[in-house]
């Protein structure tokens, strides 16, 4: 006994819609699967474009912590320089009142 024959009649006139059915189900399964890829591939290019932003701006860290590392450099060699320069004016001044001191007592 054959499949078909089991069936009963309004059965077997079903066969044609749900062929039809599983046909539609399976151009609507193939057009959800292109829709999905082209979303991927739309995500992949955002994903690309913002790996290049975080790269670019990674870039840009590296130099601005260059440029305040240099810059903190300079402001250290800077104060150490003006700390010199005050010692100096400091013991300058220490001699000059010292020779004018001098100089009065032999003037006296």
């Given at each position: 006994?054959?499949?078909?024959?089991?069936?009963?009649?309004?059965?077997?006139?079903?066969?044609?819609?749900?062929?039809?059915?599983?046909?539609e189900h399976r151009e609507e399964s193939k057009i959800e699967s292109r829709r999905t890829q082209l979303a991927c591939r739309k995500m992949q290019t955002q994903i690309r474009r913002l790996?290049?932003?975080?790269?670019?701006?990674?870039?840009?860290m590296e130099e601005a912590e260059?440029?305040?590392?240099?810059?903190?450099?300079d402001v250290g060699s800077q104060?150490?320089?003006r700390e010199?320069?005050?010692?100096?004016?400091?013991?300058t001044q220490w001699k000059l009142t010292d020779?004018?001191?001098?100089?009065?007592?032999?003037n006296l």
């Open positions: 006994m054959s499949v078909g024959s089991s069936l009963l009649p309004s059965e077997r006139n079903d066969f044609p819609t749900i062929y039809q059915s599983i046909m790996a290049k932003t975080c790269s670019e701006f990674s870039m840009r260059t440029w305040i590392s240099r810059l903190e450099d104060r150490m320089t010199t320069m005050e010692k100096q004016l400091e013991d020779l004018e001191d001098r100089l009065r007592c032999n």
